[in-house]
């Protein structure tokens, strides 16, 4: 009975519009209009009665540091500036650690490039079938030189699987991508290293371009000598 009752074609009650002469109230609230606003309200009303039960209940002897380290604006807590929260010394230390993962990610990025550089290299590269002549003179080694540059090598045939040309072009990919984040790498590691420097203690200065022997974009600096005892 259910399925001849959902056969029947029964009348869309559908809701009506803002009548004309309530115009200028603006858009007539829906239903979904309406359970959009009361579940909102009562979010917030949920929200504000669990505020007053903490305020209630709240123990006036609670501390924690949070409480002397914020200060509040216009009823927003605010922390404090924690831009001196490091020494100098725990910075050098960060920074030393961070130089450290750059460069150990750098020679993993290196080895991976040379490993897929020479399986790329051996693929493109065919070797050719070679034998070795042992001459007992060198009238015999050149009979045997002039008669090998005689012989014509068959070049490699051309029939190439499409699923290994595929293969060899995502490899090629993967080898661009790779060489490019190592250049990033490379470039990120001596802007860290330059950072470092300049932070550690000694008279430097920045050189101006007319004293650059090799004109570059970056900035180049020179630290006095200082006598070591």
Not at 48 to 61: I, Q, S, T, V
Not at 126 to 141: F, G, K, T, V, W
Request: aromatic share 6%; proline share 4%.
């Amino acid at each position: 009975m259910s399925s001849l009752r959902n056969a029947i074609s029964r009348r869309a009650h559908k809701e009506r519009a803002q009548p004309s002469s309530r115009k200028k109230f603006g858009l007539l609230e829906k239903h979904k209009d309406y359970v959009v606003r009361a579940k909102a309200f009562h979010k917030k009303e949920d929200a504000l009665r669990k505020l007053k039960e903490k305020a209630a209940f709240r123990n006036p002897d609670e501390f924690y540091f949070q409480m002397i380290k914020t200060r509040t604006v216009d009823g927003v807590h605010k922390p404090e500036n924690q831009a001196n929260k490091y020494t100098q010394e725990e910075l050098m230390l960060m920074k030393t650690q961070d130089i450290g993962y750059i460069l150990q990610k750098l020679q993993s990025e290196r080895k991976k490039v040379e490993k897929l550089t020479a399986v790329l290299h051996s693929v493109d590269n065919h070797p050719s079938n070679r034998h070795i002549y042992y001459a007992e003179d060198r009238e015999e080694a050149r009979e045997l030189q002039s008669h090998a540059s005689e012989i014509s090598v068959t070049p490699p045939s051309g029939d190439v699987p499409d699923h290994i040309k595929r293969k060899t072009a995502a490899s090629y990919r993967e080898l661009d991508a790779r060489k490019s984040r190592v250049n990033q790498l490379e470039k990120l590691y001596m802007e860290m290293s330059l950072k470092k420097e300049l932070q550690k203690n000694g008279r430097k200065r920045k050189l101006r371009e007319d004293e650059l022997t090799c004109p570059t974009s970056k900035p180049v600096y020179k630290w006095r000598s200082e006598r070591k005892r």
